[in-house]
Every structure is written in structure tokens, then in C-alpha cells.
């Protein structure tokens, strides 16, 4: 399933350039992540209380082709694949339809009271692969 939303660049994004500090970059796409995870109806804070799970980030890889600065509207995509027991999120975002940065990170379904991988349950394979939000 694809997921976009719009990050506006704040000042406080910025460094003393005016361009987009990197890492608020990469704030912007564990924002998007989350509200992708709450639209599906599975919150990242719900997965450990409602389904003793949860989904931690193991790997991350982005490659920066552009610079937005203050005041520039973001529009952040991100396409979530998923493995057996592991997710990855694609991102690509884009100012004024130039690419300004893509990236993948992966995650593994892990148990609550566990360290290793588990099967990705049905209801959330749905939901990350159709958008449908679980009835839980």
C-alpha cells in the first residue's frame, strides 16, 4: 500500500544555511512511518499493548539528490513490502517534482517478551499490503 503526506519545512529544520538539517529529514520519514501505521489502524505505541509485538528498525539506507529549504511543502511517499517476518518501508519524496531524497528501512515483527523474528500476522500483512485497519 502507498501512503503520501506533506511535510512543510520548518525554520527549525534548518541549519544555518536554510537548508533542511539531514536528520530532521530523516525525522520527517519516522513521522510519516507513524502516521502510515495509525491510517492503517495499527499505532506503533498500540503494538506492544494490543498485539505483543512490534516492529523495530534494523537497517535504513537513504540517498539525498536534492535540498529544500524553509517554507518548502515535502511530499513524502512511502510503499510498505512485506516479507514473512520483516516489513520494509520504500520512501521517496519530492519538492516541486524533483526527488529530493529515497530511502528503505527494514523492520522485523518481533514477539514482546522475545529477540527474534516472527511470522508478520495476517491482519497486519492486510493492512500494510491493502490499507484495511484492524478490528481489534
Not at 503520501?4 to 519545512?9: D, H, P
Not at 492503517?40 to 529549504?69: A, C, K, N, T
Amino acid at each position: 500500500m502507498s501512503y503520501t503526506r506533506t511535510w512543510t519545512v520548518r525554520f527549525s529544520d534548518t541549519d544555518p544555511f536554510g537548508i533542511a538539517h539531514y536528520p530532521r529529514m530523516i525525522d520527517a520519514v519516522h513521522e510519516t512511518s507513524d502516521m502510515f501505521m495509525e491510517e492503517i489502524g495499527w499505532p506503533y505505541w498500540e503494538l506492544h499493548e494490543r498485539h505483543e509485538l512490534g516492529l523495530p528498525l534494523v537497517s535504513m539506507d537513504f540517498d539525498f539528490q536534492g535540498q529544500v529549504e524553509g517554507g518548502d511543502e515535502v511530499e513524502i511517499e512511502i510503499n510498505a513490502t512485506v516479507g514473512k517476518s520483516s516489513v520494509e518501508f520504500d520512501y521517496r519524496a519530492t519538492h516541486a517534482d524533483e526527488t529530493v531524497f529515497t530511502g528503505t528501512e527494514h523492520r522485523v515483527c518481533v514477539p514482546v517478551d522475545g529477540d527474534g523474528g516472527i511470522t508478520v500476522p495476517d491482519d497486519l500483512r492486510d493492512a500494510l499490503e491493502n490499507g484495511a485497519s484492524s478490528d481489534d
